[in-house]
């Protein structure tokens, strides 16, 4: 039951980050967003594609940063289950 419920949270998880990343690209490059929302000049794409490898850049230096901890409290056992589970994609194995 525990494999289950890690499951639902991991991709509820993902789900959720990339929902929130693809509305932040529409949102600065007012792609897909209301007009009640946004109702400023759209922007130019390179502006969007500037502020996605911003954020992009922004979260994959977190995710470093934020991975230093597991592995000083748990040890062996925080990077055994670390080479198990996908970091970035659901379902996909660690090297």
Do not use: H
């Amino acid at each position: 039951m525990g494999a289950f419920f890690s499951f639902l949270y991991g991709t509820v998880a993902y789900l959720l980050f990339l929902a929130t990343f693809l509305y932040a690209i529409g949102f600065i490059g007012n792609i897909f967003v209301p007009k009640s929302i946004d109702s400023s000049p759209s922007s130019p794409i390179g502006q969007a594609l500037l502020f996605a490898i911003g954020c992009t850049g922004y979260i994959l230096i977190g995710i470093w940063f934020e991975e230093r901890d597991p592995v000083a409290q748990f040890g062996d056992r925080y990077l055994r289950y670390r080479r198990q589970v996908g970091m970035l994609v659901p379902g996909r194995r660690g090297p």
